[in-house]
């Protein structure tokens, strides 16, 4: 018997074994790699070999208005995106769920975005976001004014929410759909009980599905924050389109700035450090989470 | 066995055959008057040499300096390319381009190059006694006007044409279309984000420069600055909205005349791509090249920067490679006349401007009036770098709530920094 065990644990080894390769060659290494260029400075075009410089690069960006402003502004975006992205696939899954007909339909139309490339999502939305686009013309539409520039993209304030819109539209759907996976696992008998003791559809709603899918709801809430945190494409799709740079640089874009723009791929390599341990940081407290919060039926 | 012998045949004749195949890959800025152009050289280059196999592969201007660094950075860039000259010039610097190969190009001496070309021209790519490229363009900007929408504001295009950046703002007042605060029209607009070309000129003419004479100092006099910096404020969405580095390109639109702007900042080449976009309203007439502004109270009379595109050979790429991507951009560059007639470029070499065909070329001696006036933009290690800042400082006093005074202060201090920077 033990064996059998033995040689199935060998053989599902084999199985994953490429799995491992790929992820130590394309994750691991790079990470390796970044971990130990952040203490060296680095010209990306120099042939000269990277020099040692301890922890000053690290100490460079704790110090540096440019670093925070990113820090500030990836916090923005991420609180502004993910909060209304979990209350609003939630309740767009309640109402899919809830529909007899057309269901499969609304599924696929929610979640189309979400396939679209980022940079086409931007591009479609940037043409919106001009004067002469829809945005101005719906928002003119919905607060009976004539021809009022409200400014999308010469407005700080207009213009971080112009890319948190972008991001909600591409990835509402994406998120609704495991939310409706959520509901589905919940099983009808648990629903059946209730409403035989009573229950109208509100309390059912309130007092079942919402708190049996408190796991979902969590995953949800910490996997959209953690993919806002990695936002990148639409903000470098604005400016390079000509949108201030300082009020959308999240921490990904200085990131890239640093390294590309800029050169210093010693500097960009820490502040890619301290992003993931940020990262590191959600995902611990979403596995202490998941862990404390695992429903049985 | 026969059959052995015969498969080993064919592969030694395979093997022996692509080793003596040289594939050059060439990668170059979108421009298409210049593909057909360059696509027949490289037929030609090839059928006279069939050993040599050429690829040109082309990037948005926009992107080609990203992908080539990327490519660089990997060790993968391709054997010849060309960029603006502000970002090739710290692959000169890093080592990353190989001189120019003069039996390649079938001269003796530097002398010999140099002689070829008006004074100057191979200064941005001579380094340490070694010269690094050859000239594509030299371009610089005038301002292209659409005569027919001055007229409908009761302007005479010849006489009320802008001379300086005030009658600018003034002229886009009167030529400007709205709907409510909606803008549908566009008197002028910049050439953002070139603003090494276009912004640094301006702040030049009211005795402002980016880095001191000795060197040691980035943003001088700040009353220049200031005053650009307010001008551009006053320019932008926030103040008369006269334009926006967030609205369609103006020297796009422009070709079209479907009446969204009126005037642009553009080379040369852009008659070229207004007679091939459009060739009605290049036929018409209504449209005119007048020089670049200057401010009414300027100290000195500078024109807008001019750039230059030089073809570069990759460092790392074989030496048989190198000779053979020399010989091939002097093959490609010793048609100058053929770039002008057919892509607008000019080729600074002394036999094209010294010809009639130069001389007798659409408003040629507005951009070589305004050109004597003008130097290169500025050359440096971390010139990208620098223009990045200004542009950043730019778009926020354009863009957002930051005053001039903010902008400048973030400005210099950024700028200082840079320029201390050791590599």
Redesign the interface.
């Known amino acids: 018997m033990k064996s059998l065990e033995r040689k199935k644990a060998v053989w599902g080894f084999i199985f994953v074994l490429p799995a491992i390769v790929f992820f130590i060659i394309f994750n691991f290494y790079p990470m390796g790699y970044a971990f130990w260029i952040s203490f060296h400075k680095k010209?990306?075009?120099?042939?000269r070999p990277p020099k040692f410089v301890g922890f000053s690069n690290y100490i460079y960006l704790l110090q540096s208005s440019s670093f925070w402003n990113s820090v500030k502004a990836t916090a923005i975006f991420a609180l502004g995106t993910f909060v209304p992205i979990v209350i609003f696939s939630l309740i767009f899954a309640v109402l899919i769920s809830t529909r007899k007909r057309f269901q499969k339909f609304l599924e696929m139309a929610y979640y189309s975005p979400a396939v679209l490339s980022s940079v086409v999502a931007a591009t479609i939305w940037f043409l919106m976001f001009?004067?002469?686009g829809l945005a101005?013309q719906f928002l003119n539409f919905l607060f009976n004014t004539?021809?009022?520039?409200y400014?999308w993209?010469?407005?700080?304030k207009m213009?971080v929410l112009a890319t948190i819109i972008v991001y909600f539209w591409k990835y509402v759907g994406y998120y609704t759909i495991i939310f409706i996976a959520g509901i589905a696992s919940i099983p009808k008998s648990v629903h059946e009980a209730a409403i035989i003791d009573g229950a109208g559809k509100w309390q059912d709603f309130l007092y079942i599905t919402l708190p049996l899918l408190k796991p979902t709801t969590l995953l949800v809430s910490i996997m959209s924050m953690i993919q806002t945190l990695r936002t990148f494409s639409t903000q470098y799709f604005f400016v390079?389109?000509?949108?201030?740079?300082?009020?959308i640089e999240v921490i990904t874009l200085n990131i890239y700035?640093t390294a590309?723009?800029?050169?210093r791929?010693g500097r960009a390599s820490a502040m890619s450090i301290i992003l993931l341990v940020i990262i590191m940081f959600f995902t611990y407290i979403q596995f202490k989470i998941s862990r404390t919060e695992e429903i049985s039926y | 066995m026969k059959k052995l012998i015969l498969l080993f045949v064919i592969l030694a004749f395979i093997t022996t055959f692509a080793a003596s195949t040289i594939e050059l890959i060439f990668w170059t800025h979108e421009d298409p008057n210049r593909t057909p152009l360059e696509e027949k050289y490289i037929q030609e280059f090839e059928q006279m040499y069939p050993n040599v196999k050429i690829t040109r592969v082309t990037y948005p201007s926009g992107k080609i300096a990203e992908v080539i660094l990327t490519a660089f950075a990997a060790k993968k860039g391709p054997d010849i390319f060309n960029m603006e000259i502000q970002n090739e010039y710290p692959y000169i610097l890093n080592g990353r381009v190989a001189p120019i190969n003069l039996e390649a190009i079938g001269l003796k001496s530097y002398d010999e190059l140099k002689e070829l070309y008006i004074e100057g021209a191979l200064e941005p790519v001579t380094y340490e006694g070694e010269i690094y490229g050859l000239p594509l363009e030299l371009t610089n900007w005038a301002v292209f006007v659409n005569k027919k929408y001055f007229r409908e504001v009761g302007l005479d295009p010849e006489k009320d044409y802008p001379k300086t950046w005030e009658e600018m703002m003034e002229v886009s007042e009167k030529l400007v279309i709205r709907e409510g605060e909606i803008l549908k029209r566009r008197g002028f607009d910049f050439r953002y984000p070139y603003y090494f070309t276009f912004f640094l000129p301006m702040v030049e003419q009211l005795g402002g420069a980016l880095i001191s004479e000795d060197g040691k100092t980035a943003i001088v006099n700040d009353e220049a600055w200031l005053k650009v910096l307010r001008f551009m404020k006053e320019w932008g969405p926030n103040g008369k909205n006269l334009g926006s580095p967030t609205y369609t390109n103006a020297r796009k639109t422009f070709n079209k005349d479907n009446n969204t702007v009126t005037m642009c900042l553009s080379g040369l080449y852009q008659i070229d791509r207004i007679r091939a976009q459009n060739p009605e309203f290049y036929e018409s007439g209504e449209w005119m090249v007048v020089p670049y502004p200057v401010f009414e109270n300027a100290v000195k009379d500078v024109r807008c920067n001019y750039y230059g595109h030089y073809y570069m050979v990759n460092a790392e790429s074989s030496k048989e490679k190198q000779y053979w991507a020399w010989k091939f951009i002097n093959y490609m560059l010793s048609h100058p006349e053929d770039y002008l007639l057919n892509v607008g470029l000019i080729q600074p070499r002394k036999t094209l401007i010294e010809s009639d065909t130069f001389k007798n070329y659409p408003y040629a001696d507005v951009f070589i009036e305004d050109m004597k006036k003008s130097h290169s933009v500025p050359l440096l290690a971390n010139g990208p770098q620098f223009e990045q800042l200004i542009r950043e400082a730019v778009e926020a006093v354009m863009l957002t709530d930051t005053t001039p005074e903010e902008a400048l202060k973030i400005l210099k201090e950024k700028a200082n920094e840079l320029l201390k920077e050791e590599w």
Not at chain 1, 43 to 47: F, P, T, Y
Not at chain 1, 153 to 156: I, Q
Not at chain 1, 260 to 263: E, F, L, N, P
């Open positions: 010209n990306l075009i120099s042939l001009q004067p002469y101005n004539n021809n009022i520039d400014k993209l010469s407005s700080e213009l390079q389109s000509g949108a201030p740079i300082k009020p700035n590309i723009r800029d050169m791929v």
